[in-house]
Every structure is written in structure tokens, then in C-alpha cells.
């Protein structure tokens, strides 16, 4: 054994933790393994020359700048004096990120260089340039994986790896359409959510001959296999979710491929699964009433409208009520209860709260929320696509898709900087570079998106740490309080940077006219009340920031309508993996599930610390699986009314909940406004987690 490792694994012996023993097993790892491993350069123009005709790094981006230019970037990164605060970070970073020989032998690139690398890469002056690899450095926000593993590199993958699809429509040549776009994203890294309500239930006509389809799972098992198929040449499986209504006649069928007793022929192997929950759905489950679920092909013969197309709540009894509209009734109940159990096997599905995510939806105009992401945070009008055979290509209608371009606010970083919105506004002009320097080509109605709608989703990581070392109890009504202050302060930053890219460059996203951004509406609670520290507590967190006020958000609603947006969503909050660990931060908002976490890598035991970890902060470390529910809620709640998009919501759970406690989960979710729930994660479950669209 390493003897790095020996010493990290001397933080856990048996109940007793030293986190000492951490420091001096990353001090280790870079005297003994990093630094007589990593590949050494006189200069920086030596190591530019290099690897830039080695191919590693790409030849075209120093073009962009001067030599000084790029050396007073370097300069700036190494100035900072950046120290890991774990062994961990330092142990994800140069086994995850940092470029190494073919042989994977030794590095060539340290810490500060693939952050001025990707300074350089998103920035369009040496300005930005600077201010950006000052932000990344300190690790007041970090970019997505792709984003960070990608930017600067010649001949790599994309710089994002989400994507959304509502390209599966109810005829053959949109479904083999979709089928060779999944291919394509999968091959590539990219996770993928595909919206598939459109398509025929099972037993229905087909070109006049009845009870011949075979639905919803018959195309769910095929995209499950290309899943496994495209699997970055056997690096690791593709990962996609389908989303499908419950209003769907194949819902429960679909819901059970996911169950542990399920035929294996039937089972949705690689598959993720979500459900897309209407208002109305809800109101007959607290009124103890049947349900309806419909037949997408009855209903588009007699109403010529997609399934995907039905406001549910408001159409329901109507449709309900028309005899020549083919339909089933089930308990609504019995629904909820399917699914309570499904996710105490699987974990799955995910819950879309279509009502609640509508009503926020900012750009109504444009299209409703049908579908999230694989990490159920991206919450975007789709719009379907419609593809012709082979001769026919002229008659295709290109709709509207997803890229997601994201990145996370380190909070308590942040916090310590001292001016959010500096650090937002940095981060949001990273971001449209992101959005900008994308295209998919290969799925044309997500390069139409990117390139009309130009959304991006800015989250957050590390607020259990910070509440933590700062002595405040998660979910608790002054850990409410920050939350609700800290993300309204965001929110208005963003958005005041994306007016500003708007106004400076007259790029306005499509759409833009005729939303609610435009008339004012969609700030409506802005203008009525102050979203200022309640408690003294809190407010002396934001001692020394300047929050917004009422007036500021008036001037700037004023400019918006003014001057446009650049951005059609500007927040979402992802789930974050390993870029968790190397910013030294527990994962997005939720609460950590272990004080001291243990994980397995390469065959070495890694043991990892929460950050401020002491006698004096343990107590404010409560674990997720020992926390009632309702508080993590509550703080997702508090969040989403200033997150445009979603929020990655996990409920944490022992091995012996009932389905009656997660049924009152769920509806008190519903109650909250909560648009999404992701997983449902029992204590000692396998769930891997989505490795796509994490942070």
C-alpha cells in the first residue's frame, strides 16, 4: 500500500477519526507521487511548444494571445499559492482532470495549469482571461466536468455532456432518428434525457390494424441497449433516462421495468426512468379518485394534437368525458403507491411537477416543460422534431432540444470574496463562452437551441459545509434564512449579467419577446418585498455584501426590458461529484451522508473528512439518512424560488421506510412548489450517480 494512502486511511481507525492524519497523507502524495512524477519544463514557452506538438494542448488557442498575455495568466494562477485542503481533492484532481503521458505514467499538467488553460479557452480577452483563472484558482465557482476537462485540449470531447431530446415522435423514421442521436451524444460522454410520451401504448392501431404496437417499453428497451452499446469504447456504459407521463396508458408498465422482479427480457438494465406528474394527477390522489391514463394514438386521431401537447389539469374532464377517446381507468392511489415502491427498489423514477414547473417557466411563449435532464435539475421548453424518410429530408421540422452548459458556485468561497456579484457575473460570462463555443451538429435541434436560446445553468455546491463551519444547523430557520438571501442575491446577479452580455454585444435569446422577462411579471416578487437577512445570525454572514434591494431590482427589470437577456434560463442547481471533492466542499445543497466518507479507487480505500470536521462542528454535521425529510425539502424549497430551472433533490431514506412515508413525501414536495424530486436513495443502496450531468 502507498504509503499516501496508509496515512489517509489512519483518519478512520474504527470509531475514532483524526483528521490530521489527512494533511499529512497529502503531503505525502505530492512529495512522494505528484511532484518526482510530473513532467518537468524550464519555462512556460518550453511547455507550451510541447505539448502543443504533442497535440495535448490546442495550438490554435495561443494564437488568440500574445506571449505576455499568456504568461501573466500563468502567472496569476501560480500567485495565488493554491494548497489542497484534502487528500482527496488533491487524489481526484490529478487522477480525474490533470493531462498525463500516453502511458499515464506521469503529469503534464499541474493544478494551476489546466485552470489558466481553461481561463484562456473561455475568455474572449486577456481581461477576462485574468479575472477568470483568479476566480477558478480560488475556487469561488468551478465549471462543469467536461468543461474544465476539456477547454484547451486539441482533438477532445465536448465541454458539455447533458442533453435533452423531444425527438422521439409517434412514427418510425423520428424514432430511428432518436435512436442514432443517443448513439452519437453517448459515444461521446453525454447523458441524455429523452422525452417519450408521444409515442402509441401498447395494443394500439397501426396503419388500420388494431392491437399491434408494442409501446412505450418496446422503444425504451432499444434505447437501453444503445446505451451499453455506445459505451466510450468500453470506458463505461452510456447513461439516459426516459421521462413519461402518468397520464400515459404505459406508465405502470414502463414504472415496472425498473422493478428488482421484473422478467429480464422486460427490465430496463441502464434506462433511467421518470415520471412527469400533471396537477391533476395529484388533486385525484388527495380526493381518494380513479384516474384516467390514455391511448397517445386514440387521442391524436381525434383531437390531431400530441399527447405532450394537453394541458391535463385543465383538458382532463373533457377528455375523460369523450367517448371516442380510447383510455383505461386506474387508481390514482395505486399509481403513487407503484411508484413508492418502484423507488424503495431502484430508487426510481424521477418526479417532474409539470404544474409547478410551468407556472415558473419564464418563456411560456416559446413552448411548456415536458421533460428534465438525467439529473432532473434542467428545466427547459422542448419542442418535438419531426423527420422524414431517406429523399424527404426537405420536409423535417427541426424543433427545440437542450444542451446543458453548466457550473457551480462554491458557496462558502463565494462568501469569503466578499462581492457575489463579481464572482457571478464572472462565472455567468464563462458560461455563455460555454454556451457559444458549442455546437452539436450532430443533433440539430440542440444546436438550434444553444444557439437561439443560449441557456446555461449556474448551482451551487458546498452549503452543509459551510453551514457546518459556520455553526448553523441544515435546514434549520437560520440555515432557511442564508439560503433564501444567498440565492436571491445570485439570482439577481445573473440575471444583471446576462442583461449586460445582452446590451454590450445585442445578442437578445429568441423568445425573448413575448416572455414574461419582457413584461416584468416573472420578477413580480422582487418589486413586492425585500429579500434581506431576517436573523441576526445571518445577517452578519453577509456583513461587508452589498444585497440587492427592491430599487435595484426595479432598475434593473427596467434594463432588462430595455436591453433584452442573453440567456434564456440562467440558473439550475446539478448534483456534483468529484468536483465536489476537489473544491473541498459537501455535494450542491444537499445534506452529507456520512461525516467521514469511504470510498474505493483503484482498489485503495479513500477515506475523505467533511471540511471544518472538529469536536466543535461534528454535531453540525448531521448525516442525510438520519435527518427527517422535510428539512431537506424545505431548503430545496427556499432555493427554487429563486432557481429558474431545478434543483437536484435526493431524499435519503433508512432500508425500512414505508411507501406511505414517501407518498407524504412526495406531496409534501408538491405542497413546497418543489418542481423535481431525483432519487429516493436508501441507506446502503448500490445507485451509482449520474456521472454525466454532475458538476
Known amino acids: 500500500m502507498e504509503r499516501w494512502i496508509e496515512l489517509n486511511n489512519k483518519v478512520l481507525a474504527g470509531m475514532l477519526v483524526q483528521p490530521q492524519h489527512d494533511l499529512e497523507a497529502l503531503q505525502v502524495y505530492f512529495q512522494e507521487k505528484v511532484n518526482p512524477n510530473t513532467v518537468f519544463f524550464h519555462n512556460l514557452k518550453e511547455k507550451i511548444r510541447y505539448l502543443t506538438e504533442q497535440g495535448v494542448w490546442d495550438a490554435a488557442l495561443f494564437e488568440r494571445y500574445t506571449s505576455v498575455e499568456v504568461q501573466a495568466v500563468f502567472e496569476r494562477a501560480y500567485s495565488t499559492k493554491f494548497r489542497f485542503q484534502s487528500f482527496m481533492g488533491a487524489f481526484k484532481f490529478y487522477n480525474e482532470y490533470a493531462t498525463m503521458t500516453p502511458d499515464r505514467t506521469r503529469w503534464l499538467e499541474r493544478y494551476e495549469d489546466r485552470l489558466s488553460i481553461t481561463a484562456l479557452s473561455r475568455a474572449d480577452t486577456v481581461a477576462e482571461a485574468l479575472e477568470l483563472v483568479h476566480h477558478l484558482v480560488n475556487q469561488t465557482f468551478t465549471p462543469a466536468t467536461p468543461t474544465l476537462m476539456n477547454s484547451g485540449k486539441a482533438n477532445t470531447g465536448r465541454l458539455v455532456s447533458c442533453f435533452l431530446l423531444q425527438d422521439c415522435t409517434d412514427n418510425l423514421d423520428s424514432i430511428t432518428k432518436t435512436l442514432a442521436f443517443v448513439a452519437e451524444l453517448s459515444k461521446g460522454g453525454g447523458g441524455i434525457g ?53 397520464m400515459h396508458a404505459d406508465f405502470l408498465d414502463t414504472l415496472s421495468a425498473k422493478k428488482i422482479a421484473t422478467d429480464e427480457d422486460a427490465r430496463l438494465k441502464t434506462l433511467s426512468v421518470g415520471a412527469t406528474v400533471p396537477d391533476i394527477f395529484i388533486e385525484k390522489v388527495r380526493a381518494g379518485e380513479d384516474i384516467y391514463q390514455f391511448y397517445p394514438h386514440s387521442l391524436w386521431r381525434e383531437t390531431g394534437r400530441e399527447f405532450t ?125 460555454v454556451a457559444r463555443s458549442t455546437s452539436i451538429a450532430e443533433v440539430p435541434a440542440v444546436r438550434r437551441a444553444n444557439e437561439d436560446m443560449r441557456s446555461i445553468g449556474l448551482g451551487a455546491m458546498g452549503l452543509h459545509s459551510f453551514l457546518a463551519g459556520k455553526e448553523l444547523i441544515y435546514g434549520s430557520p437560520e440555515a432557511l434564512d442564508f439560503v433564501d438571501v444567498f440565492f436571491a442575491a445570485v439570482h439577481y446577479h445573473a440575471r444583471k449579467a446576462s442583461m449586460e452580455i445582452a446590451r454590450d454585444t445585442g445578442f437578445v435569446f429568441g423568445g425573448f419577446n413575448g416572455s414574461r422577462y419582457q413584461s416584468g411579471e416573472y420578477f413580480a416578487q ?23 434591494t427592491r430599487a435595484d431590482w426595479g432598475q434593473l427589470v427596467k434594463d432588462i426590458q430595455a436591453h433584452g437577456l442573453a440567456h434564456s434560463f440562467v440558473m439550475a442547481v446539478a448534483p456534483t461529484g468529484s468536483i465536489s471533492y476537489v473544491s473541498n466542499a459537501s455535494a450542491s445543497i444537499m445534506p452529507i451522508t456520512e461525516k467521514v466518507e469511504t470510498r474505493t479507487s483503484n482498489k485503495a480505500r479513500t477515506i475523505y473528512p467533511m471540511p471544518h470536521l472538529s469536536a466543535e ?28 430551472q431545478g434543483i437536484s433533490c435526493t431524499l435519503f431514506v433508512p432500508s425500512s421506510v414505508t411507501t406511505r412515508t414517501l407518498q407524504a413525501y412526495y406531496l409534501y414536495a408538491y405542497r413546497l412548489g418543489i418542481k423535481t424530486l431525483y432519487y429516493t436513495r436508501l441507506r446502503k443502496s448500490n445507485l451509482q450517480e449520474c456521472l454525466n450531468c454532475v458538476v
Open 309 to 433: 401537447d394537453i394541458d391535463w389539469t385543465a383538458e382532463y374532464d373533457a377528455l375523460a368525458d369523450n367517448p371516442r377517446i380510447r383510455k383505461k381507468r386506474v387508481s390514482a392511489r395505486r399509481i403513487l403507491e407503484e411508484i413508492a415502491v418502484t423507488q424503495g427498489e431502484s430508487g426510481y423514477p424521477y418526479l417532474l411537477f409539470e404544474g409547478h414547473a410551468n407556472r415558473a417557466n419564464p418563456i411560456p411563449n416559446v413552448g411548456t416543460i415536458k421533460m428534465s435532464n438525467l439529473c432532473s435539475e434542467i428545466l427547459q421548453p422542448t419542442l418535438p422534431s419531426y423527420f422524414h424518410p431517406y429523399g424527404r429530408e426537405s420536409e423535417d421540422r427541426i424543433g427545440l432540444d437542450v444542451s446543458c452548459n453548466l457550473a457551480s458556485l462554491v458557496i462558502e468561497q463565494t462568501m469569503y470574496a466578499g462581492d457575489i456579484g463579481r464572482v457571478v457575473g464572472a462565472a455567468v460570462r464563462m458560461l455563455d463562452n
Open 194 to 246: 429523452v422525452e417519450v410520451s408521444n409515442l402509441r401504448a401498447r395494443g394500439e392501431s397501426l396503419r388500420g390494424i388494431q392491437n399491434v404496437t408494442k409501446g412505450v417499453l418496446g422503444v425504451a428497451k432499444m434505447l437501453d441497449n444503445m446505451l451499453r452499446y455506445a459505451d466510450q469504447a468500453g470506458q463505461r456504459p452510456g447513461a439516459g433516462a426516459i421521462y413519461l407521463s402518468v
Open 617 to 644: 462542528t461534528e454535531w453540525y454535521y448531521e448525516e442525510a439518512y438520519d435527518m427527517d425529510q422535510r428539512r431537506v425539502l424545505d431548503t430545496v424549497a427556499a432555493a427554487q424560488r429563486h432557481v429558474d
Open 526 to 548: 422582487y418589486l413586492e418585498q425585500e429579500f434581506a437577512p431576517k436573523t441576526p445570525e445571518i445577517a452578519a454572514l453577509f456583513d461587508g455584501h452589498v444585497l440587492p
